[in-house]
């Protein structure tokens, strides 16, 4: 067998025991994500940009250790407007989704 076979087996394989319940997202979380889902996703995308300007014109400037630090923040704010984009895309939890669909399934039988 290949190494790639044997990648694919491992990971046909279920993540979570049939006994184990699939953990949920904490506080933190979901104020988090209330706050984001309310900016739109080009945000993140501009304000990346615009630190990748703001550190481009440090490095011109002769500022290394300000550019440098701004230019940390790009992928940052990227990956934050990724979060903010998937979570829109698929919702909070599976929890969330199967609360969402009693709740308008008992809506629509009334």
């Known amino acids: 067998m290949s190494w790639l076979s044997l990648l694919f087996k491992y990971l046909k394989k279920p993540t979570v025991m049939a006994n184990q319940q699939p953990k949920k997202e904490g506080k ?14 080009d945000v993140y995308l501009w304000a990346a940009v615009g630190t990748m300007a703001l550190s481009l014109t440090c490095f011109l400037t002769r500022q290394k250790h300000a ?11 990227l990956i934050v407007g ?10 909070r939890d599976a929890e969330d989704k199967k609360a969402n669909e009693r709740v308008s ?5 009334v």
């Open 28 to 41: 933190v979380a979901r104020k988090l994500e209330e706050r984001t889902s309310s900016m739109p996703s």
């Open 105 to 109: 399934s008992s809506r629509t039988v």
């Open 67 to 77: 550019s440098i630090l701004f230019g940390q923040w790009a992928p940052s704010l």
């Open 82 to 91: 990724l979060y903010n984009k998937l979570v829109k895309i698929e919702g």
